[in-house]
């Protein structure tokens, strides 16, 4: 009589397989983590996007031009009507990774996010304007969210 074949894997390659599934797994979790910090990290850069367009339309209208310097007008005045902080970002309830947006009066925009997805409130992106000999304004990214390497660009 012919001895029956076993068919399977042994114990040891079973063990191989799950060493390498789990080498696999211990790489990809942290570069994935921080795939999605950034991510979340690009909608704070970008809800400041707006009024970096209003204060730039502002300068270069010469409106927001004072002494030589960036000079923001109030909140509530009707040249700044068409692009102020929401009520209710400004007052810390914004949508999604955003929790409030400030505009300064010298045209630095400072956005908070939520502290949740691994972000704490105090990883502001915060955009400082400069005004250029020309009449074009220079932005400057800073906070602890570009520090972070969470929020990119200008």
């Given amino acids: 009589m012919k001895a029956q074949m076993q068919k399977g894997f042994t114990l040891i390659e079973l063990m191989i397989v799950v060493a390498i599934i789990g080498i696999l797994a211990a790489i990809?979790?942290?570069?994935?983590?921080?795939y999605t910090k950034r991510a979340r990290g690009a909608e704070i850069v970008v809800a400041a996007a707006p009024f970096k367009l209003g204060v730039t339309e502002c300068v270069q209208s010469g409106s927001c031009v004072?002494?030589?310097a960036i000079s923001v007008p109030a909140t509530g005045s009707a040249s700044r009507a068409q692009w102020s902080v929401p009520n209710d970002v400004a007052a810390g309830n914004g949508q999604g990774q955003v929790n409030a947006i400030a505009l300064a009066a010298n045209g630095q925009i400072t956005v908070t996010?939520?502290?949740t997805n691994g972000f704490a409130a105090t990883d502001t992106y915060v955009l400082g304007a400069g005004l250029n000999a020309d009449g074009s304004v220079t932005w400057t990214p800073s906070g602890d969210c570009?520090?972070?390497g969470f929020c990119k660009g200008k």
């Avoid at 990809?28 to 921080?34: C, N, R, S, V």
């Fill in 113 to 115: 996010p939520r502290a």
């Fill in 146 to 148: 570009v520090t972070k």
């Fill in 28 to 34: 990809a979790l942290p570069a994935y983590q921080d």
């Fill in 66 to 68: 004072a002494a030589g």
